[in-house]
């Protein structure tokens, strides 16, 4: 099983970012999609979530800002970050829940002006 992510970066606060993972070697349909993120000195957090049937969840300080999509026919989790601030800064995983879970290596997210 492969997570890949992109489409991390640089960004001035307000500014947006869409974060991709490529998954590979499972039937992606059927897994729980979840983006996680880290930021510096703190503990991994969940961003948001998305079930095989399209129900998402956020955490509280994203909703309305971040939107969690999915494209079955791709293989491919979606993060659309929008209105960035600075405590959005860190690196962003990617996970695959079902049974067991998967992880992706990670994108930073760096919002500064």
């Known amino acids: 099983v492969q997570l890949v992510e992109s489409g991390g970066g640089l960004v001035r606060p307000g500014g947006s970012l869409r974060l991709s993972c490529a998954a590979s070697?499972?039937?992606?349909?059927?897994?729980?999609m979840n983006w996680y993120r880290r930021a510096p000195g703190e503990e991994r957090e969940l961003v948001a979530s998305?079930?095989?049937?399209?129900?998402?969840n956020y955490r509280d300080s994203v909703k309305g800002r971040f939107t969690i999509s999915r494209d079955n026919a791709k293989n491919t989790v979606y993060l659309q970050m929008n209105t960035l601030k600075s405590e959005d800064t860190a690196v962003y995983y990617c996970?695959?829940?079902?049974?067991?879970?998967?992880w992706g290596q990670g994108t930073q997210v760096t919002v500064s002006s």
């Open positions: 996970n695959a829940l079902l049974i067991r879970q998967y």
């Open positions: 070697g499972l039937a992606f349909n059927v897994w729980t």
């Open positions: 998305i079930a095989p049937g399209g129900a998402t």
